[in-house]
């Protein structure tokens, strides 16, 4: 049951209406002693359990929308999550993840009980100064979940209760709101707040930069995309119209037939280190798959021997930075660059990036939201997690100096790269990670350079590694430092961990506790994989038996 729109547009009030508030929240009641929390990608769980938390969420979009006086966006999603699962998360005026301050507010928001609820509101109003007079605009985007369109009702409710105006954008991938959100807030600078502003910057820039690209020759532009059944295959078959034939794209699990995220999907690819189910694969046939919000990407082959061959966020950094350092010498321009890893990072790239490539690498915190605040420390910040979620970000000061040049340089050569740097700009989705624009500029580098999936490959051969969880009474007995690299609690847990990395050949480890339950993650990577599985194995026993492990003792692996 809804609260209708009147004219298609709510008005602003000049004060907080708390009579309407209670009359919409009593049609999204809070199930008494429900609690959640917001994390890095906002709220996810089972989707019937979230009605009043994504009407809540419209709730604080316009009050963030006020306090910023600037467009925000609420996205309905739960990304690569089973389909059953649904979440909702906001998105802050510049297309970036939702300011820390005000997770806190929407944790403590969709926790409220009713009768506390307006208390809460005047809470954050006047913690953050929030002029109720200020107008709100709100824009609201939703993934292919069945449970998508009824949720993303709540969330207009929950804007329409606060007087906020809003613009529903229906069906659209996560990035694809972001941008949306930038581009209202730079006044079109960005690009055009539509879905056919997106595709036509993205494929004006992706043609300029082909016309500089090797011929095709022995099928480098063609691709098998896996989309997860999800929004990404939907908006993957709209950009294909305006994309060169030169391209040539094969959309696999395009939610005709099976279930979103199910046996396929980026997170799946990665996880398993194997391919979808069911999708075919030729010899050395160059492949991909988005996850079921199209943030994420990963690559990947079979060889002639039928080994399966995952490139993945570091693979795609590598190439993306090298890419782009070998312009910025051509330029001549003295802009700094890095790329920023987590610590789950394979130890290879790091090697390759710093060693061979001269790259400065950056450690954070594992998430998105630290990889992607670290990075604006640079002219151009470079960052991926393993798991293909992952973008470029180049400072208004290094944007301006590129786009000068490619217009007044006078050496052709320095033009030329000033030119191929602007068009890059153009093509990277700069608010977060976005499958479809980190495929056109995948698939354009390689077109670029004349490579083909195995060469790219070939930059450097992935220490072999393992991923474990281990289960704990509480996972707070866990402290870490260094970007989660150093384990500070419980005490000796960090000195057993160094002693047996210490026997094994290029081996490393770390413990860090999970954001959202109680386990503790393991990682290990070492020169072989029997050395990986086993340092894996050793570290998960240490972590159970000074860490409180509950249950069953960790088993060798295999």
């Not at 059953?84 to 998360?89: A, L, M, Q, Y």
């Not at 613009?167 to 707040?193: E, F, K, S």
């Not at 992952?390 to 590129?402: H, Q, R, W, Y």
Request: net charge negative.
């Amino acid at each position: 049951m809804h609260l209708d729109l009147v004219g298609g547009e709510i008005q602003p009030e000049e004060e907080m209406d708390f009579d309407t508030v209670a009359k919409y929240s009593a049609l999204h009641a809070k199930p008494p002693g429900l609690s959640s929390q917001y994390g890095t990608a906002g709220f996810r769980t089972k989707a019937e359990n979230l009605d009043h938390t994504v009407f809540r969420m419209g709730l604080l979009a316009v009050l963030r929308s006020k306090q910023t006086t600037s467009t925000i966006g609420v996205m309905v999603t739960a990304s690569h999550n089973p389909e059953e699962d649904n979440g909702v998360k906001l998105i802050d005026p510049l297309g970036e993840m939702l300011a820390p301050a005000w997770e806190e507010y929407a944790t403590c928001l969709a926790n409220a009980e009713e009768p506390e609820l307006q208390t809460v509101l005047s809470d954050i109003c006047q913690k953050e100064k929030v002029d109720l007079q200020h107008s709100a605009f709100v824009v609201i985007g939703r993934d292919t979940r069945s449970s998508s369109k009824e949720l993303s009702q709540s969330v207009i409710d929950g804007v329409s209760a606060l007087g906020g105006q809003l613009q529903d954008y229906g069906l659209v991938t996560t990035p694809q709101l972001h941008y949306m959100v930038c581009c209202r807030n730079t006044n079109g600078n960005y690009g055009r707040a539509t879905v056919e502003g997106y595709y036509q910057k993205l494929s004006k820039a992706f043609m300029a930069l082909m016309k500089q690209a090797v011929t095709e020759r022995d099928g480098h532009l063609c691709l098998k995309v896996d989309c997860a059944n999800g929004i990404g295959a939907l908006k993957l078959k709209e950009m294909e119209h305006y994309l060169p034939k030169c391209l040539r794209i094969y959309i696999d699990n395009d939610g005709s037939k099976g279930k979103l995220n199910h046996l396929c999907g980026a997170d799946f690819v990665k996880v398993h280190q194997k391919p979808p189910v069911d999708l075919e694969m030729k010899i050395n046939e160059k492949c991909s798959s988005f996850d079921g919000d199209a943030d994420r990407i990963v690559y990947y082959y079979n060889d002639a021997a039928g080994r399966f061959h995952l490139l993945d966020g570091d693979k795609i950094a590598t190439l993306i930075s090298t890419f782009l350092k070998e312009l910025l010498v051509k330029t001549g321009q003295t802009l700094t660059l890095a790329v920023i890893q987590t610590a789950y990072a394979n130890g290879s790239s790091t090697h390759y990036l710093e060693e061979t490539m001269k790259v400065p690498v950056q450690c954070a915190k594992t998430g998105v939201k630290h990889l992607h605040h670290k990075a604006k420390e640079f002219d151009v910040g470079i960052y991926f997690e393993a798991n293909g979620h992952g973008t470029v970000l180049f400072s208004k000061a290094a944007e301006d100096k590129i786009r000068h040049q490619a217009e007044n340089e006078k050496d052709n050569r320095k033009r030329e790269a000033a030119k191929m740097l602007e068009n890059t700009i153009d093509l990277i989705n700069q608010t977060v990670g976005d499958a479809i624009s980190d495929l056109l500029l995948i698939e354009a580098i390689l077109a670029l350079k004349g490579w083909t999936v195995q060469q790219w490959d070939a930059l450097y051969t992935d220490l072999p590694n393992r991923q474990l969880k281990v289960k704990v009474a509480d996972r707070r007995a866990i402290d870490t430092t260094d970007a989660e690299r150093q384990a500070v609690t419980p005490p000796g847990l960090q000195e057993k961990i160094n002693a047996l990395v210490k026997k094994i050949k290029q081996a490393r480890a770390f413990v860090r506790p999970s954001g959202t339950e109680d386990v503790v993650r393991v990682y290990a990577e070492a020169d072989t994989q029997e050395n990986a599985d086993n340092l894996a194995h050793e570290v998960s026993l240490a972590v159970y038996h000074l860490a409180g492990g509950v249950g069953e003792e960790p088993k060798p692996i295999g």
